[in-house]
């Protein structure tokens, strides 16, 4: 009886461990652009290229930052001079994971205090998919959440 009950305990505390995390808002409206991507990630660690290696293998172009254009548009008398961003849709991701040897999994993943993932249109300046998560990463085995499957599974279903 004792040898079941310390092998519920022990479930309890493992299960407690494991990632979770909610797709938070989602598209109304699928978009039909190109899948063009910018990806910026705030206190940004290693995960941002498994993130990036992920949106890739799904078909996305992705750049580093929402670089800029310089454009001129010319208003009846008046000349107006602008930055354009030259893709429409930016990822950005605010996370916390200890990054040190001490914290890391063995399979090479990590464990989030908290991941954020925002969808943001640039044209409209709003926020079109979101999702949170927080717990082990793939990679933390038996703990291996699915944080980067989450984030890579929201964007590519905002796209038609």
Request: glycine share 8%.
């Amino acid at each position: 009886m004792k040898k079941i009950l310390k092998i519920l305990v022990l479930g309890l505390l493992l299960t407690g461990c494991v990632a979770v995390g909610k797709q938070t808002l989602e598209v109304d409206n699928k978009i039909s652009d190109p899948k063009v991507i910018a990806v910026n990630v705030t206190n940004g660690g290693p995960w941002m290229r498994e993130v990036e290696r992920r949106l890739k293998q799904s078909g996305f172009k992705v750049l580093r930052a929402a670089s800029t254009n310089e454009a001129i548009e010319v208003s009846g008398k008046k000349l107006i001079k602008y930055n354009e961003a030259t893709t429409r849709y930016f990822l950005r991701i605010e996370a916390r994971a200890p990054t040190s040897f001490a914290h890391r999994c063995f399979g090479g993943g990590f464990n989030f205090d908290y991941i954020y993932g925002d969808l943001v249109d640039l044209q409209t300046n709003e926020t079109i998919a979101s999702i949170e998560s927080r717990g082990y990463s793939e990679g933390c085995q038996p703990l291996a959440g699915k944080i980067y499957t989450n984030i890579t599974k929201m964007v590519v279903d905002s796209w038609e």
